[in-house]
């Protein structure tokens, strides 16, 4: 294991990416380029979980924000030049189509990118939800706006908080 940039990798995976490495932290800067060497390291992970590609994953888990590093006009240029300007009209219709090409794809890949989103979708929803019932057990428990809300909601007036 190779601890060189700051997370346990394994060495013959690293040696495939020797040369590039240099240039791509160059590249992308050091925030991203520790990044994406984290994402290359939960890649091979979860590939060795799954029997996947070992190299395939680290090579998507290292270059998988490299998109990023084109302004919006520049991916529109390309964009035109590859003839895949879709019209307002069209888009609907091109959108799904893509979606359907995506979804017959790398089942792991597929699974493995749901997974992730999942992932930080329910670590927001935890915190949300954790944050939502302790304020709803203070506001129940120790401030009077709740009694006064409750009293007024039950005698369908509007209620006069005191602000406690």
Same mark, same amino acid.
């Given at each position: ?49 799954? !029997?996947? %590609?070992?190299?395939? @994953? *680290?090579? =998507?888990?290292? /270059?998988?924000?490299?998109? #990023? ?20 009209? !069209?888009? %609907?219709?091109?959108? @799904? *189509?893509? =979606?359907?090409? /995506?979804?017959?794809?790398? #089942? ?57």
């Amino acid at each position: 294991m190779n601890t060189e940039y700051g997370l346990p990798l394994h060495s013959d995976i690293l040696l495939r990416f020797e040369t590039f490495l240099p240039k791509l932290r160059k590249t992308i800067g050091r925030k991203r380029f520790l990044h994406s060497v984290g994402t290359l390291h939960w890649a091979v992970v979860l590939a060795t979980r799954h !029997d996947g %590609d070992l190299i395939r @994953a *680290a090579t =998507a888990g290292l /270059l998988h924000d490299c998109g #990023r590093l084109r302004t919006i006009e520049q991916v529109e240029a390309e964009f035109r030049r590859r003839g895949l300007d879709v019209p307002d009209e !069209d888009l %609907d219709e091109t959108v @799904a *189509a893509m =979606a359907n090409r /995506l979804r017959s794809g790398s #089942r792991y890949a597929i699974r493995w990118t749901k997974s992730s989103i999942n992932a930080g979708l329910k670590a927001v929803a935890n915190e949300v939800i954790d944050r939502a019932a302790a304020y709803e057990l203070v506001t129940q428990t120790i401030l009077k706006d709740h009694g006064i809300g409750l009293d007024a909601l039950e005698a369908k007036q509007r209620p006069e908080f005191i602000g406690e």
